[in-house]
């Protein structure tokens, strides 16, 4: 059966035949996230991403560069492992995280101690001598591996609500715990450090099966390691009723001086309205622990794939259409935030920037984040778009103004008008944000092509758009907690470096 189209505009149907049957997602998706890989800011794998993707972008004719607005603390991940060698033998499931010191070029081994639990901290003084050449355990052991939803599908009755309640007050005792250091957590680091332990060990399961989000270390001496839900209990276990835990790790990383962050920008001069701007935005950054597919390859894909499908059918639009991949998102939106400072004429000029950084799978909700006359244009917009495309999708106008959280935040601040994309859960916070399962295999291709394909579409659209989107901000919401009116968020300065993050 034929696609039905709304209109009859020749423009809307080759972005769908080209977009649909020609689609290059699952190509790009395989060279980036396979290839290329995770690209965490200051590594490697971002300064390859940023070179790809420039090449990319010309490739199909795209003019483009790579826009440097900072620096970073360079660092290289390589091997790591951590096995259990008494009072078993057992490879453990976990890796390094990321800006962690390695071991040295060689392994280190020693038993294992848990973070104690002080009065005060002179008792917490008291304490660290013991733990001299041990690997100490910083988080709380999660008492089942187990999600929810598979304990409500087979627990006995009673069962599930006495295992919520026994992983409620483990977690509220560690909370407790903490609390009685009277000290930020980077400093008890550093006294961990200072009193010769020889790594910590950590585990923050994402409460799905097999899945653990990896972040970063706050060590500077020693390395920092994430377990698997299932191998830090083990280990936390045999602590904990002192069955000898003895550790053996190795980890092969290195700091390599000063690293250069860039954005990847690239453009399609306007014809009529060069100075005007439609952008396509997304986070192009990741953490390191998975290949970030979903979080956020699956944005950076969906916009360089739209480039691609209207550089094909409409390489000649009114306005200019950008493409921005945003570099340190992960760290405070700092690639966005400083696009908005180095370019306010581009800030001025925006007709529309659409922003995509939720997961894999199609696009269902809408925004007008804020702006009260958006709704006008979005109506219009999607009543030229096949319904195969639009009919999911739930539209919140006016809504309101993200004040962080993804990049559109960084314009909509301005205020210049900036909509977010937002997509289909496909679990995406239980297994794979920030995660070590977040990989190739978890993309859903149609969805993608669906979403590159609509993105397209509304680019175009937004360029031929006879009347410039108005400002007009709604009046805010009240916080329902204090009974306040809420503000038009700020707009926030960029940190530029690796100080600047670390001094936040």
Known sequence: MAQAFPTDDPVISAIFAEGMDNSHVYSLAQVLLDSIGPRLTGAPGQLAANRWAEQVLEGWGVEARNEQYGTWRGWRRGISHVDLLEPRVRSLAGMLLAWSPGTAGGPIEGGTVILADPDDEASFAAWLPSVEGKFVLVTFAQPTCRPDANWEEYAAPGSFERMEALRDSVQQAWRSRMGRYGLPDAEIVRRLEQAGAIGLLASNWATGWGANRVFAANTERIPAFDLSCEDYGLVYRLTEYGQGARLRAVADAAFTGEAPLFNTIGIIPGTEKPDEYVLLSAHYDSWDGGSGATDNGTGSITMLEAMRILKTVYPEPKRSILIGLWASEEQGLNGSRAFVRDHPEIVA????????????????????????????????????????????????????????????????????????????????????????????????????????????????????????????????????????????????????????????
């Open 349 to 504: 000029g925006l007709q529309a920037l659409f922003n995509q950084d939720n997961g894999t799978g199609r696009i269902v909700r809408v925004s007008g984040s804020g702006l009260v006359g958006a709704g006008e244009f979005f109506g219009r917009w999607f009543s030229q778009i096949p319904q195969e495309l639009t009919r999911e999708i739930d539209v919140s106008f006016p809504g309101t103004p993200s004040s962080g959280g993804t990049d559109h935040a960084s314009f909509i601040c301005a205020p210049s008008p900036a909509f977010g994309l937002g997509s289909l859960n496909w679990e995406y916070f239980r297994y794979t944000w920030h995660t070590q399962i977040d990989t190739f295999d978890k993309l859903v291709f149609d969805d993608l092509r669906n979403n590159a394909t609509l993105t397209a579409m509304l680019a175009y659209l937004a360029a031929e758009e006879p009347e410039r989107i108005p400002l007009d901000q709604r009046v805010m919401p009240t916080n329902p907690r204090t009974g306040e009116q809420r503000t038009w968020p700020e707009c926030r300065d960029p940190m530029r470096s690796w100080e600047e993050y670390r001094g936040r």
